[in-house]
């Protein structure tokens, strides 16, 4: 079963204390500290569009990428109530972004860029981000650390309301550097409940990759902040965010 396909459902209730208005005000306080004039943002792996439509309510010109049908059926529901002009919803992999023009900034959030399988393609998804952030502009994106990983590594974790409940565990492999996270729904129907499973797969990626694959795809890495912090970023952090400036 692919990604967010069971999940897609729950996962605003699941992710009620993220605190994306926080996560918006991050974003524009970055775009503010880094002297870029932005009017249009891409919301790369926007989910279920909670964060693009605060982009839209705060003014700006918002298009959402993501490959999950199911997620993206959810943000255009919610688009529906927008009280500015709503964001433009995209089913698209990262690696195969084609869009109309070019954005001043684009952000990926929620450690979405570590769902991409390992170095190339970061690369290609970099290669396609290049056509479309305009020369001078950002582009602005959260990984979880290897750190994390190794934290999380074996743990199992519960989630429930009053008629679902998510459990999910979680596997680091040293080797490959890839986190697998196993999740099991149980959803309510009648008297019984029915199960359903996904595991979904993110990659550590380290700062040295990170940096060669922006450099190799005309991108320049500006700074390297700890989460939601505008301190500079440790090996000890669980989330890093990276800030990078379109080459002119």
Known sequence: MSQYQSLAGSYDHFTEDVGYPAWADYFEHIFSKHNTTVESVLDLGCGTGTLSLLFSERGYEVIG?????????????????????????????????DLYGTVDAAVSSLDSISYLDGYDALFNTLARLKFFVRPGGLFVFDVNTEAKFRTIDGN?????????????????????????????????????????????????????????????????????????????????????????????
């Open 65 to 97: 990428v993501d490959a999950s049908p199911e997620m993206l059926a959810q943000a255009q529901v919610k688009a529906s109530s927008c009280t500015k002009i709503p964001p433009l919803f995209l089913c698209q992999e990262m690696e195969e972004l």
């Open 156 to 248: 199992c974790y519960l989630r429930e309301d009053e008629d679902t409940v998510c459990v999910w565990s979680a596997a680091y492999d040293e080797e490959s550097k890839y986190c697998v996270m196993s999740m099991d729904l149980f959803r309510a129907a009648g008297a019984l409940w029915a199960r359903e499973h996904e595991e979904h797969e993110e990659y550590a990626f380290s700062r040295a990759e990170i940096t060669e694959a922006l450099e190799q795809n005309g991108f320049t890495l500006e700074a390297a902040y700890g989460e939601l912090s505008m301190d500079a970023a440790c090996d000890t952090d669980a989330r890093i965010f990276y800030v990078a400036r379109r080459k002119e």
